[in-house]
């Protein structure tokens, strides 16, 4: 099974081609002062030379929280490329990717990360029925704003122990 995963911030592009669980081509830039949507469609030329991009199954993209533009513009990239192969597109938040690797944790935990602007996403979650809930609306600012949510997402949930 062909899959491809898309990402792109206002600080880095990446794109993973991948058959079953072995990794054909993976490339991310970083810091780059060219247009993010250009990066991207220059590494898909190159990729459609080493394979034919419409026998893709699955793509995968992140869509959010973030660059509005950046997360628009990697949706309608994926939703072409689906067009042309048939390919299923699957989509996550920056949010439930960090919480898959928490999977033995059972006390709320307030995920947050820096996003290249200097602020922080950040969004409180407790686990039940076997899957994380959000337990808060996304959140955006900085370290500051971050203890005064908290402090009343605390208060407001009965929450004694947050993990961060």
Known sequence: ?????????????????????????????????KVKTDKIFQLLEILSKEQDLKSL?????????????????????????????????????????????????????????????KDFYFQLYSFKNNKWEPKSKIFSGTQIDIQKKVKILRNKNNFNDIIL
């Open 1 to 33: 099974m062909l899959s491809l995963s898309l990402y792109s911030s206002s600080s880095s592009v990446s794109l993973l081609l991948a058959n079953n669980e072995q990794v054909l081509r993976f490339f991310e830039f970083e810091n780059e002062k």
């Open 57 to 117: 199954d699955l793509i995968f993209l992140s869509r959010g929280p973030g660059g509005f533009t950046s997360i628009r513009q990697i949706i309608s990239l994926a939703q072409g490329l689906s067009l042309n192969s048939n390919a299923k597109i699957f989509s996550v938040t920056m949010f439930e990717i960090i919480l898959s690797d928490m999977v033995e944790i059972k006390f709320p935990v307030l995920v947050f990360f820096r996003e290249s602007r």
